[in-house]
Nanobody
Framework: QVQLVESGGGLVQPGGSLRLSCAAS????????MGWYRQAPGKQRGLVAA???????NYADSVRGRFTISRDSAKNTVYLQMNSLKPEDTAVYYC?????????????????WGQGAQVTVSS
């Protein structure tokens, strides 16, 4: 199937920046959509940003203008550049990929999640 490994989380002061990375591996035929979601304590997981192959990025209103999603197709990697961070951005950030993969018997499409990266914005 497909494995997603995230990196780049941490502690940052308000107004600071962080960059998250998510690398996909496995028997991948195509990464159709890659995106970032986040979940704060006591809240539901929600979309932060997503980008389809060859498409335009889509952002949550709360992060538009501060966060930038990008992808490197050659490396099967998606990035989330987070600038002007606020305390309310504190959450666990999850990478998600909708991928077509070789199951060994046929090509299938499914959703896959990374393990999560903690982002804490605090002074």
């Amino acid at each position: 199937q497909v494995q997603l490994v995230e990196s780049g989380g941490g502690l940052v002061q308000p107004g600071g920046s962080l960059r998250l990375s998510c690398a996909a591996s496995g028997r991948i035929a195509s990464l159709n959509v890659m995106g970032w979601y986040r979940q704060a304590p006591g809240k539901q997981r929600g979309l932060v940003a997503a980008i389809a192959s060859g498409g335009l990025p889509n952002y949550a209103d709360s992060v538009r203008g501060r966060f930038t999603i990008s992808r490197d197709s050659a490396k099967n990697t998606v990035y989330l550049q987070m600038n002007s961070l606020k305390p309310e951005d504190t959450a666990v950030y999850y990478c998600k990929a909708t991928a077509t993969y070789d199951s060994g018997r046929q090509f299938m499409t499914g959703d896959f999640w990374g393990q999560g990266a903690q982002v804490t914005v605090s002074s």
